[in-house]
């Protein structure tokens, strides 16, 4: 192990402790992956990163190397404003894995790569990292004039992965859902991280008083709209991850009734799910407001109001619209079908957003870097796609697996039949 100043390396630590926190509900961890292995020979230095001697040092090398990411994690530097200037490619299908690999060409250019790239390659990564940084590994960097797409490839790395996470995945050829997905890599990523960061800080004798460990559970008083006292609770414990830092956000869930104090709940998200439903929602725009607007509701029987409003944005800001639904009478999942507008840039109204949270004008500008699309009409079924902007060529490119082609803006926002948008992708505007 190598001994750094102690003081040096906490005010590091405290610079870079992340503020918001994203939690998917769960409590995922994987130390257990790291199993304890007798040490048969001295392991090679590797990145001279800080590292403090406790009582609680690592008895193998995987252990170690869990604990020397960590440390990497904590002091990694984190932007979402440098761009992805990679090589398009196509992803070869010989299945029906579509749901994955439009997904995937979306967080290609998203500013998770830059973190995956500055993870070293040479620790033993837990299996979903490790399945990311090599699928983002097989880009090429682009260089000089760009005048054609490298030749596409199969990502086996990623199916690996799934079959150890999804034992029935892509069962008798089975369509997976590119939503669901999604919330699968970037939710074990998180807790993937989160893991290596706990492991690390064992390192540190009282990390846990100098550095806190994330947002804390518990009940408190704060003033809302019309001065009115909101008690306020939060529903996550978890600590940050840079994956956290870049797609997390929190909605407020605020309960009033006459004669009493509001009650208001924080929640953690990774997307925002927009219903489609209503009749008058012809826009993501329409969306938002329906998912912000006050619902009269019934609890113990007394006449309740509820009004769901945006705490706090992340950097990377997704949008699930909510193609998918069951209806009662089939009893079976639908699709909607409704063509819904959404725009290349975007504001997120001022009247969205919680009145205690304290969001600038500019942290609700945002841009479009991604689109997912769903074709066919069946909720069971079809096809997907994706449109992602790629800023070294500047233009868009649509990706249909191993088909790579130009486009330009028109094609992205235009109306196709049996084409529907599903997942949008937007990052912060700097």
Not at 84 to 104: D, E, M, Q, W, Y
Not at 152 to 162: A, D, G, S
Not at 280 to 293: E, K, Q, W
Request: charged share 20%.
């Amino acid at each position: 192990l190598i001994i750094y100043n102690t003081k040096q390396w906490y005010q590091r630590r405290v610079r870079a402790t992340p503020a918001p926190v994203w939690s998917n509900g769960t409590e995922n961890q994987w130390s257990s992956l790291f199993k304890t292995e007798t040490i048969k020979r001295p392991e090679p230095q590797k990145n001279i990163l800080p590292q403090i001697l406790s009582e609680n040092i690592p008895v193998s090398i995987k252990d170690h190397e869990l604990m020397m990411l960590g440390s990497q994690l904590q002091l990694m530097t984190i932007s979402h404003h440098v761009p992805v200037n990679i090589i398009p490619r196509g992803l070869i299908n010989k299945s029906t894995n579509c749901f994955a690999h439009a997904p995937l060409q979306a967080l290609l250019v998203s500013p998770l790569y830059h973190v995956i790239q500055q993870i070293d390659s040479t620790y033993a990564l837990s299996p979903v990292l490790k399945a990311v940084k090599q699928f983002f590994r097989s880009f090429n960097p682009a260089l000089g004039v760009v005048d054609k797409m490298d030749a596409p490839f199969e990502p086996t790395c990623i199916y690996e992965m799934l079959r150890n996470k999804m034992p029935n995945f892509n069962e008798n050829g089975r369509q997976e859902d590119a939503e669901e997905f999604l919330g699968i890599i970037l939710s074990n990523l998180h807790d993937e991280m989160v893991s290596a960061v706990r492991s690390s800080k064992k390192t540190v004798s009282l990390s846990d008083t100098v550095l806190g460990a994330g947002v804390e559970d518990g009940e408190w008083q704060q003033i809302g709209r019309k001065n009115k006292i909101q008690v306020t609770r939060n529903t996550s414990n978890n600590e940050p991850s840079p994956v956290s830092e870049l797609f997390g956000g929190l909605t407020r869930s605020v309960v009033s009734k006459a004669g009493a104090k509001e009650s208001a709940t924080l929640q953690p998200f990774l997307s925002v799910q927009l219903d489609l439903q209503h009749q008058n929602i012809t826009s993501v725009r329409d969306a938002l407001y329906h998912f912000t607007h006050k619902e009269q509701i019934y609890l113990n029987n007394v006449k309740c109001y509820r009004r769901e409003t945006l705490e706090s944005l992340p950097p990377v800001l997704i949008l699930h619209l909510k193609r998918f639904i069951f209806d009662d009478a089939a009893k079976s999942c639908q699709k909607l079908l409704k063509e819904i507008d959404f725009d290349i840039d975007m504001t997120i109204s001022e009247d969205m957003m919680s009145a205690v949270g304290t969001t600038l004008t500019s942290e609700r500008r945002y841009h479009l870097f991604g689109v997912v699309y769903h074709h066919g009409s069946h909720a069971t079924g079809g096809h997907y796609s994706a449109m992602v902007y790629h800023p070294y060529i500047q233009c868009w490119v649509n990706a249909d697996d191993d088909k790579v082609t130009n486009q330009d803006d028109n094609a992205v926002l235009k109306h196709v039949p049996g084409r529907s948008a599903y997942l949008l992708f937007y990052k912060r505007v700097a």
